[in-house]
């Protein structure tokens, strides 16, 4: 009910954050906080008050007032009724998770737009004057596309000038509890341009455009490209003389980790002097004007709450960044085939980047921790001591058997134990596993083990393809140990008492089991499934 009657709610979109937050978990979890039931509390009561709102009149002009706090898009509509302004709506909204990580000018931007587009449906067809603390159409064209996608701000492009009698109109003083403005006039309090200029660039005087005079003027590349087979990557920071330094870096360097290092040490050899620098990179260049600054006041997080990637280049990138007396970095097109002195300069940053890439670097090795495996004395059963006699082995004299192939003969337990440490170091599949095994020991059921073992490696089954098996009808499975294989089933059966459905779950080992039937209010029994069968699996380990 709220929901519908949110537009005669002023600050719905405020009142009501709490309540959003706590159901955006998982399904059927439901985070109660304090604030929660403070929120609940505070919307029955606005939904018992009286709206302060007139019926639109739609042969009259309207008014929107826009404000954006705490990323929601506030706004009042009004119409004009003798001397004053009476309301006709509400218009609470939230930002999407892209718009929230903007500046707070961008995000004046975007509730603009989002609200217009919101206050259309009330108005079809009339002119509307939008008042709003922000340059946003000026703002929009000049930094927009630092940090909005292409398809975003011609979006809101269309939505400002899709009318030519909508108006957007500044004004400097809002009314924080009631977004009516007590003038429509008046200068700004800030210039929007140069607040986001100073607040979100990586430095407050880096430029995007040459300087005049300037000391020094560096061209930087990286290359990051495959041959025969192997990766290879490098970079290049050259003036319009000479080099100033080409080197290689580690093979697993990918393209836009390249770009970061080679603006970083352009910087660094710049220090205390008026420089130009050119990249061809837009992530790099986009990365030193725009988004690294926001990425470093998030803590090096994307607007979903994920780790960026090259967060550690990027830090050094912002620390270079502030080496130089001035600095302007300039972004050239890649790969012109004109004669102009900058795209010569690019080319020739290119040419040696490549030739960079395929000098010799330091040896580089996986660093696989290679697991100490001590054996225990030999301990064979009797049926264990048939098979190497059968076998033709011999016991040396420690009490292992050797086959005529000088391998091992170990038991069934330390065979387990062996394949499963060499699993680790190198996660190889059954077959590879086998094989490095058979070099030095022997027993039985290798092969079946091995496939089990790497079934079970949650590396190798978050990693590897998934191939799935058609599953053939009526062919129970027999793991080798307890709670291998599991069969589950969740059905519903006719009411008896407060129960209604049936979870039943079993484990198969060597032809005996171990079954469970849990009887069900709900169907949350779903939910706890993962941990119960986790729970029993260690138990019967420890066993």
Same mark, same amino acid.
């Given at each position: 009910m709220a929901g519908w009657c949110r537009l005669w709610i002023p600050n719905f979109g405020l009142i009501a954050k709490p309540l959003y937050a706590a159901v955006k978990g998982p399904e059927g979890v439901l985070k109660w906080k304090p604030e929660c039931r403070k929120s609940f509390d505070e919307i029955k009561r606005k939904l018992m008050e009286a709206p302060a709102l007139g019926l639109p009149n739609l042969r009259k002009p309207f008014q929107l007032y826009v404000r954006e706090r705490q990323q929601v898009a506030l706004g009042v509509l009004t119409q004009k009724l003798g001397s004053w302004k009476r309301p006709a709506g509400y218009f609470p909204k939230q930002l999407d998770e892209v718009s929230k990580g $903007? /500046?707070?000018?961008?995000?004046?931007? *975007?509730?603009? *737009?989002?609200?217009?587009?919101?206050?259309?449906?009330?108005?079809?067809?009339? /002119?509307?004057?939008?008042?709003? /603390?922000?340059?946003?159409?000026? !703002? !929009?064209?000049?930094? =927009?596309?630092h940090w909005i996608s292409p398809g975003r701000l011609a979006k809101y492009q269309a939505v400002l000038l899709e009318q030519d009698d909508d108006v957007i109109s500044l004004t400097s003083a809002l009314n924080p509890a009631t977004l009516l403005p007590v003038s429509e006039c008046g200068e700004l309090h800030h210039d929007c341009l140069t607040t986001s200029k100073q607040l979100y660039s990586s430095r407050p005087d880096l430029q995007d455009k040459p300087l005049p005079n300037a000391e020094l003027e560096l061209f930087t590349d990286g290359s990051s490209f495959m041959l025969e087979g192997r990766e290879k990557a490098g970079y290049a920071v050259v003036t319009h003389t000479q080099a100033l330094e080409a080197k290689s870096l580690p093979s697993n360097t990918t393209a836009q980790k390249v770009e970061l290092v080679a603006l970083t040490r352009a910087l660094e050899l710049s220090q205390g002097k008026r420089v130009n620098i050119y990249t061809d990179s837009k992530y790099a260049f986009g990365a030193v004007h725009a988004h690294g600054a926001i990425w470093k006041e998030r803590g090096l997080l994307s607007s979903h709450g994920t780790l960026i990637k090259f967060g550690t280049e990027i830090m050094k990138l912002l620390q270079a960044v502030l080496q130089p007396k001035e600095v302007a970095i300039t972004h050239c097109k890649a790969h012109q085939k004109a004669n102009g002195e900058i795209m010569k300069r690019n080319r020739k940053a290119d040419q040696l980047a490549k030739e960079a890439a395929l000098q010799k670097s330091k040896f580089e090795g996986a660093l696989i921790p290679v697991p100490h495996l001590e054996l225990s004395p030999p301990q064979y059963t009797e049926k264990e001591n048939q098979l190497p006699e059968e076998l033709d082995c011999s016991k040396n004299g420690q009490g292992w058997w050797v086959t005529p192939l000088k391998q091992l003969f170990i038991s069934e337990k330390m065979m387990e134990i062996l394949l499963e440490k060499r699993h680790q170091?190198?996660?190889? =599949?059954? +077959?590879?596993?086998?094989?490095?095994?058979?070099?030095?020991v022997i027993g039985p059921r290798m092969q079946s083990r091995a496939d089990r073992i790497v079934k079970k490696c949650t590396i190798c089954c978050a990693n590897n393809p998934k191939i799935a098996n058609q599953?053939? %009808? %009526?062919?129970?499975?027999? =793991?080798?140990? /307890?709670?291998?294989? $599991?069969?589950? +089933?969740?059905?519903?059966?006719?009411?008896?008492?407060?129960?209604?459905?049936?979870?039943?779950?079993? $484990?198969?080992?060597?032809?005996? %089991?171990?079954?469970?039937? !849990?009887?069900?209010?709900?169907?949350? =029994?779903?939910? +706890? !499934?993962?941990?119960?069968?986790? %729970?029993?699996?260690? +138990?019967?380990?420890?066993?």
């Open positions: $903007w /500046p707070a000018c961008l995000r004046a931007a *975007a509730a603009t *737009a989002t609200l217009i587009e919101e206050s259309r449906k009330l108005k079809p067809g009339q /002119p509307i004057t939008v008042f709003v /603390p922000h340059a946003v159409s000026s !703002l !929009l064209e000049n930094k =927009g596309h170091e190198t996660h190889s =599949g059954a +077959d590879a596993l086998v094989l490095i095994a058979r070099r030095h599953i053939m %009808g %009526g062919v129970v499975k027999q =793991g080798i140990s /307890p709670g291998e294989y $599991w069969q589950i +089933d969740f059905t519903e059966l006719p009411r008896c008492n407060l129960y209604k459905y049936l979870l039943s779950r079993m $484990w198969l080992y060597n032809l005996t %089991g171990q079954a469970e039937l !849990l009887a069900n209010a709900t169907r949350a =029994g779903l939910q +706890d !499934l993962k941990h119960s069968v986790t %729970g029993n699996f260690k +138990d019967n380990i420890a066993e």
